[in-house]
C-alpha cells in the first residue's frame, strides 16, 4: 500500500499553506530522480515536522538522522509525489534553491505568515544581556535575523516588509557563505506583532516564541495592546 498526501494542498492559500510554504523555502528542498519527484522539509524540531505532515494529510514516515554540527538530531519528512512537486514548482520552489531563491509572489493577507514560516526554518531571535556596575544581569536588547544564501531573496524580504510595516533597517549584510538581514530591538518587536498576530498555534517554532515572551517579562513597557494579546492567544 503507498502513501498518501493531499496533492492539493499548495493550490490555494491560506495561513497554514503560506506557513509551510515559506518553511520550505528555508529548510526544505525538491528534487527528481530516477525512482520521481520529491518534496524534503527537514527541521530539528520534530513538533513541526509532525505539524507540517499533519496539514499535508501526509501518511509518510519522518525519519530521524544525527548531525555532526550541530550535534542534535534532524527530522525528515520526504515525500515522492509528482503532483505535489509540481504545485510547489509553480509556487516558485527550484532545486538547488539556496543561492537563486526569489520571494514568490504572496497576497498580502498571508505575507506574515510565509515570512513566519521562513523564520521559523532559517531564522534566529536572541536575546542580548550584559553585567552593569553591580553585576547585575541587565536586558541589553532583542534581535531577529533572517539568513539566506541568496541575496536577491533577502532583498525581495526587506522590500515587501517595509511596504507592511515600519522598520528601521533595510541592508542585507554579507555573512560566512550567506546572506544576512538583521534587525535591532525596535524592528525585532515590530516584526513580533507582524509574525504572531494571526499565526496557526500549532505552526510555529515554540522555542523561538518564547525568547520573544521571555523579552517581554524583562521589558514588560514594551507590552502593548498588540503583544498582549498575542501572547494570551498563544
Not at 503560506?18 to 518534496?39: N, P, V, W
Not at 544525527?66 to 550535534?71: A, I, V
Request: charged share 25%.
Amino acid at each position: 500500500m503507498g502513501y498518501a498526501v493531499n496533492e492539493r494542498f499548495f493550490h490555494s492559500w491560506s495561513k497554514e499553506m503560506a506557513y509551510i510554504l515559506g518553511f520550505m523555502y528555508a529548510d526544505g528542498t525538491i528534487y527528481i530522480s530516477s525512482r520521481g519527484k520529491y518534496s524534503v522539509v527537514t527541521s530539528t524540531d520534530r513538533m513541526i515536522i509532525s505539524a507540517i505532515k499533519k496539514h499535508l494529510d501526509s501518511t509518510h514516515k519522518i525519519t530521524r538522522r544525527e548531525l555532526e554540527y550541530p550535534r542534535k538530531p534532524q527530522f525528515v519528512l520526504k515525500i515522492g509525489n509528482k503532483n505535489l512537486y509540481d504545485s510547489l514548482t509553480f509556487r516558485g520552489l527550484r532545486p538547488n534553491k539556496s543561492l537563486t531563491a526569489r520571494l514568490p509572489i504572496i497576497p498580502q493577507k498571508f505575507l506574515n505568515n510565509f515570512l513566519l514560516g521562513y523564520f521559523d526554518g532559517d531564522g534566529c531571535v536572541n536575546l542580548y544581556r550584559t553585567k552593569g556596575a553591580r553585576k547585575k544581569l541587565i536586558m541589553r536588547k532583542l534581535s531577529v535575523i533572517f539568513t539566506s544564501g541568496s541575496k536577491a531573496f533577502l532583498e525581495d524580504v526587506i522590500k515587501v516588509l517595509r511596504k507592511s510595516i515600519t522598520l528601521k533597517q533595510s541592508i542585507v549584510y554579507a555573512s560566512h557563505r550567506s546572506f544576512q538581514l538583521r534587525f535591532a530591538t525596535f524592528d525585532s518587536v515590530t516584526l513580533f506583532k507582524f509574525f504572531y498576530q494571526n499565526a496557526p498555534k500549532d505552526l510555529l517554532f515554540r522555542r523561538k516564541f518564547k525568547i520573544f515572551q521571555k523579552y517581554f517579562e524583562l521589558r514588560p513597557q514594551k507590552i502593548d495592546s498588540d503583544i498582549r494579546k498575542i501572547i494570551k492567544k498563544m
